[in-house]
Structure formats: structure tokens, C-alpha cells
């Protein structure tokens, strides 16, 4: 079955420290990969998007995440967080045929202590 | 500036009443997404539609339905055989023509509580 999996359901970081959401997809998941922003009672917002190009995709606010195919992995770093990180972020895996082919992982909210 | 629109941001209404939630999107984008999004539960995808005048069942469809009568919007109603209608409700569409990456273009949301 194909399942995109976010580990930890809420990671708490200071702020200056290292941001590190992980993801994890299964090899049957469309080849396309995305991070996801929320902020809350909002929509969300593309944090940036792997298309098979480089495997280390760089994308807004200073967010970056490797494709490690070895590892089925998606993780999502940023050297420093900042309060205003505070947010949910989603990984989803999808295709450019239609969007209905998007699988989300169950998303994960990260806080930011001052 | 183009973008989607969704209304209401905020629907309160009693159990038993139909209720419809507005969006509209300026981007020419071919197809257009409802999905539901619950604490904990990530997005489930409710109805799809690539096309005007044709659209299908997401992966939670029972007690939603939605119409296409123009390229531009896409309203959801939820019904009263929905068992659980309080929720954030996102819209979202894509392209699907070349150039098409996969990426969704979410609105804003709704939130509609039952009471």
C-alpha cells in the first residue's frame, strides 16, 4: 500500500537550534515529493518539491530536504529555527497527472521555544 | 493577484442542515480538490473534479456532494447523512496540462462546526 510517514506527531526545537522533520514513503509512492506548510486556520503553503532533479532540493524560509532513495526518505532541515517556523508541515508524495494521486503523511507540528 | 478563494472562513450550523462552502479559483487550473482535514489525520481527499461538468469520489465521499458548472468553481455541500461534519475543509486545485509538477494549490479553508 502506498503510505507516507511522518515521524513524531509534534517536535518541539529552541529557537537557533537544528529543525529536523522526518519522512519516510513507501517505494510504491508516486515519484514526485513535497513539503507542506500550515499555519493555523490556514491553508497550506509548498515548502518546496522534489521532481527528480537534485536529490537535495532547496526551498523558501531557509527549509531544505534531502532524497535519499537507499532510505526511502524525504527528511526536512533548516540550520536555525526561528519562531515563526512554529507551524505544521506536511510531506506528501504525488504525481503530475492529477493531483488526486497525492498521498499526505499525517503531518507534524513543530513548536519553537524561545 | 491570482489564487483560490474559499467562503466562509468560519459556518456554525445546527445538526440536521445541509450546508455549502464556496471556492473559487483564478489561476486556470484544469482540476480542483475538496479534502478534510482532521486533528491528527492529515488531508482526505473528499471529491475531485478535472473537468467542468465531471467529477469523482475521493476517499471519503459518503454524505458530500459537489458540482462543476464552471471551470472557475467547485462548491462542496455537506449534507445532513454526513455523520461528522465539524472539520477544516480545504480546496485546492492543480494544472494538469505540460509543465504540471504535482504541486496543489490549497485556499485558505473553511471551518465549519455542527452544533
Known amino acids: 500500500a502506498q503510505s507516507v510517514t511522518q515521524l513524531g506527531s509534534h517536535v518541539s526545537v529552541s529557537e537557533g537550534a537544528l529543525v529536523l522533520l522526518r519522512c519516510n514513503y513507501s517505494?510504491?509512492?508516486?515519484?514526485?515529493l513535497f513539503w507542506y506548510v500550515q499555519y493555523p486556520n490556514q491553508g497550506l503553503q509548498l515548502l518546496l518539491k522534489?521532481?527528480?532533479?537534485?536529490?537535495l532540493v532547496k526551498g523558501i524560509n531557509g527549509f531544505e530536504a534531502e532524497f535519499k532513495k537507499s532510505e526511502t526518505s524525504f527528511h526536512l532541515t533548516k540550520p536555525s529555527a526561528h519562531m515563526s517556523d512554529a507551524a505544521e508541515y506536511f510531506c506528501?508524495?504525488?504525481?503530475?497527472?492529477?493531483?488526486?494521486?497525492?498521498?499526505f503523511g499525517a503531518g507534524t507540528r513543530l513548536f519553537v521555544k524561545a | 493577484d491570482g489564487g483560490i478563494t474559499q467562503s466562509p472562513k468560519y459556518l456554525f450550523r445546527k445538526e440536521g442542515q445541509n450546508v455549502t462552502l464556496s471556492c473559487e479559483q483564478n489561476?486556470?487550473?484544469?482540476?480542483m480538490y475538496w479534502y478534510r482535514q482532521d486533528p491528527g489525520q492529515g488531508l482526505r481527499l473528499i471529491y475531485y473534479?478535472?473537468?467542468?461538468?465531471?467529477?469523482q469520489k475521493g476517499d471519503i465521499a459518503e454524505g458530500y456532494s459537489v458540482s462543476r458548472e464552471k471551470k472557475e468553481s467547485f462548491p462542496l455541500t455537506v449534507t445532513s447523512a454526513q455523520k461528522n461534519p465539524t472539520a477544516f475543509y480545504l480546496c485546492?486545485?492543480?494544472?494538469?496540462?505540460?509543465?504540471?509538477?504535482?504541486?496543489?494549490?490549497f485556499g485558505e479553508g473553511s471551518r465549519l462546526t455542527v452544533l
Open positions: 485546492a486545485s492543480s494544472p494538469l496540462a505540460g509543465g504540471n509538477t504535482g504541486e496543489l494549490f
Open positions: 517505494s510504491s509512492v508516486p515519484p514526485y
Open positions: 522534489y521532481t527528480s532533479a537534485a536529490t
Open positions: 506528501a508524495g504525488g504525481r503530475n497527472t492529477g493531483g488526486f494521486k497525492t498521498i
Open positions: 489561476l486556470n487550473h484544469d482540476a
Open positions: 473534479s478535472q473537468i467542468v461538468n465531471d467529477f
